[in-house]
């Protein structure tokens, strides 16, 4: 409740709590990308190491959301394979046929990805769409996560939440775009087959505009809220601002703009293990997971700088940019939004204290 103390965290409220988490995200993600800034001030050549970097720690969230903070299936007594009754396999597969079985769905899910976007770009786009989405749904859980708890809340249903996670994630969109249209195709990196710097989306840009200025209207269709009211109102002003001249007088390219918004996941999920990892029910292999799952990423990136130049330039493309990116990480999305609606369903079910409930 409003003013009531967080607890683990003596003296401060929910409200300040959440404020805290934001701004340390925010500066978290500004250090890291002021960092590549300051050692490659040309973007053309910033690029691929913006994209090596923020998706090597970004692909480390994506595992230890798979692998981390998940609670063992149970086995009743009479039934020793429930985990492929669960999802519908035959019992012959058995857990691990099961697992194979996903793996390789996933697998021919993907190369279906990749074969379509050459002839579809705007699929990527979608799954932008999505990916951002999944970010500001994520900020608003946490800003009102329960201090003692591990797990997000299920997804919130309720049209105020719902108007500012679509007006938010329409903006980011259109910055994105608008760093796309004032970019010359000469300087960004080549990120997203088939949709090009400097590509003509005017149209799209003034609709998804007009877009989040109707949500912020709808925020204020009731007085007394302070809250609801803010977030409609900025909504509105930041719809007004034309993202062309915006990223062309700041210079955003959109790896710039791509890398900030998936830094600021990234980061807010770093501060609340970090805070987890603090407590006196953390287990000793906290830390050490953590550093785990992000080391494999980076191996295998070192791995590409190892062998010769043309594979591991190829080997890199495939997977550090945001086209492959994006796939996975909705898959991500759904995965951890099916987690934290089971997990609610559970009467309960106690707080995680090992591992980390990614979302």
């Not at 805290?20 to 500004?30: D, I």
């Not at 970097?53 to 998940?70: C, F, K, M, Q």
């Not at 429930?82 to 769905?105: I, Q, S």
């Not at 369903?345 to 591992?355: H, I, N, T, V, Y």
């Amino acid at each position: 409740m409003p003013g009531a103390r967080a607890r683990g965290f003596p003296g401060r409220s929910p409200i300040s709590l959440s404020l805290r988490r934001r701004l340390l995200a925010l500066a978290g993600t500004l250090a890291i990308w002021g960092g590549f800034v300051l050692l490659f001030p040309e973007a053309q050549r910033r690029a691929p190491w913006l994209y090596a970097g923020v998706l090597t720690l970004g692909y480390g969230h994506l595992i230890g959301g798979a692998l981390l903070g998940r609670s063992p299936l149970p086995r009743p007594s009479g039934n020793p394979w429930p985990w492929p009754r669960r999802v519908a396999f035959p019992r012959c597969f058995g857990p691990h046929g099961a697992r194979v079985l996903a793996v390789l769905g996933l697998a021919l899910l993907y190369l279906s990805y990749a074969s379509a976007l050459p002839r579809w770009p705007w699929l990527v786009g979608l799954l932008l769409a999505l990916a951002t989405a999944h970010t500001v749904e994520n900020d608003l859980a946490l800003a009102v996560l329960d201090p003692g708890r591990g797990r997000l809340p299920p997804m919130a249903l309720d049209g105020d939440t719902w108007a500012t996670l679509l007006g938010i994630t329409a903006l980011v969109l259109v910055i994105a775009g608008g760093a796309l249209a004032s970019t010359p195709p000469a300087v960004a990196g080549d990120g997203f087959p088939g949709i090009a710097p400097g590509i003509r989306n005017g149209p799209g840009l003034l609709a998804l505009r007009a877009f989040a200025a109707g949500l912020g209207i709808f925020l204020l269709r009731a007085p007394g809220q302070g809250a609801r009211e803010g977030t409609g109102l900025a909504l509105i002003a930041a719809s007004a601002i034309d993202p062309v001249w915006l990223c062309t007088r700041t210079g955003l390219t959109f790896d710039d703009v791509f890398a900030l918004s998936t830094l600021y996941h990234l980061t807010s999920w770093w501060i609340l293990s970090l805070e987890k990892s603090r407590r006196l029910s953390a287990p000793r292999a906290f830390q050490a997971e953590l550093l785990g799952v992000h080391a494999l990423p980076a191996l295998f990136l070192g791995t590409t700088f190892l062998i010769p130049e043309s594979p591991g330039s190829a080997l890199r493309a495939a997977f550090f940019s945001p086209a492959p990116y994006l796939f996975w990480s909705l898959i991500h999305a759904l995965q951890t939004a099916a987690a934290r609606h089971g997990a609610s369903a559970k009467a309960g079910e106690p707080d995680l204290a090992s591992g980390t409930h990614h979302s």
